[in-house]
């Protein structure tokens, strides 16, 4: 496996080698990324992971500073997967001078994440489009666990006409439901097992829904008291249309529940189609 953390190296070791599939990653790898990294496998036998933790998609007052940095675990893990190549750039290499140039994004993204965390989608959506400029892939692969981002980044590649097929993988659960996530290592033993009570409440809203009930906002104000109940602070619970991501109404199908809460000082997020 190599490590390349130069643009041009990266560019010159991938030249001639189609198809290439390309999984972004902020590094502090779990069982999560590394499913990711399979399903990678499955479309080219030339598989690239990047680990790059972006400040760009942190506000001021969130965790750039004390998010994980397990670099080289994270390369015992992919080198374990047979991965081709690791691009692990410093900042610098990425933003040699302040990003001036950044995307516009529709108005979706100022709602549930974007409307807690503003700016978050503007963040993600300019480094993942320098990610695949830099690499170039034939296929993309991110986790459904980050609903909404991928149905922006679906909609950036459509929209700007990128050639790179966006593959969306299900979120991988510990036994107990909880979504896995780098950020689960900041909760203490007893919220760790509380941390399961957001995908419960889900599934539950899932069950009514699927016995009949159309009364949607009743049912997230139901799901929301129930978590605050057990001492969440919940930001949204909100059942949407899948295709668009717009609110839900009585009469649609294909419906996604998206939940956002804190527990303690850690924010979990999850979701479930329906």
């Known amino acids: 496996m190599n490590i390349f953390n130069n643009i041009n190296e990266l560019r010159n070791s991938l030249r001639g080698k189609v198809p290439i599939a390309f999984v972004p990653t902020m590094g502090n790898l779990h069982t999560g990324h590394l499913a990711l990294v399979e399903r990678a496998k499955q479309s080219s036998d030339c598989v690239v ?79 993942v489009l320098k990610l695949l400029n830099i690499v170039q892939p034939q296929v993309a692969v991110f986790g459904k666990k980050d609903y909404q981002q991928l149905h922006i980044i679906r909609e950036m590649v459509r929209q700007l006409n990128i050639p790179v097929e966006i593959v969306a993988c299900e979120t991988v659960r510990a036994q107990d439901g909880l979504a896995l996530s780098s950020r689960n290592q900041y909760l203490d033993r007893e919220q760790r097992k509380e941390a399961c009570r957001l995908f419960q409440t889900l599934s539950q809203l899932k069950n009514e829904i699927a016995s009949g009930r159309k009364d949607f906002p009743a049912l997230q104000q139901q ?48 979701n479930l189609e329906i």
Not at 53 to 75: G, S
Not at 84 to 90: E, G, H, K, L, M
Not at 224 to 239: C, E, N
């Open 223 to 270: 799901a929301t008291q129930l978590l605050s109940q057990r001492g969440w602070s919940v930001d949204y619970l909100s059942i949407h249309k899948r295709s668009s991501l717009m609110p839900a109404q009585a009469h649609d199908e294909d419906l996604v529940i998206l939940g956002a809460a804190w527990l303690g000082k850690t924010r979990l997020i999850d």
């Open 49 to 127: 992971v990047s680990i790059f933790i972006n400040r760009l998609q942190f506000l001021p007052h969130e965790d750039f500073d004390r998010y994980p940095q397990t670099l080289e675990d994270d390369c015992r893990s992919l080198s374990a997967l047979n991965v081709n190549s690791v691009f692990a750039p410093d900042e610098k290499i990425l933003f040699p001078t302040p990003q001036e140039f950044l995307l516009a994004l529709p108005s979706i993204a100022d709602t549930l994440e974007g409307k807690f965390r503003p700016g978050f989608f503007r963040g993600v959506a300019t480094i």
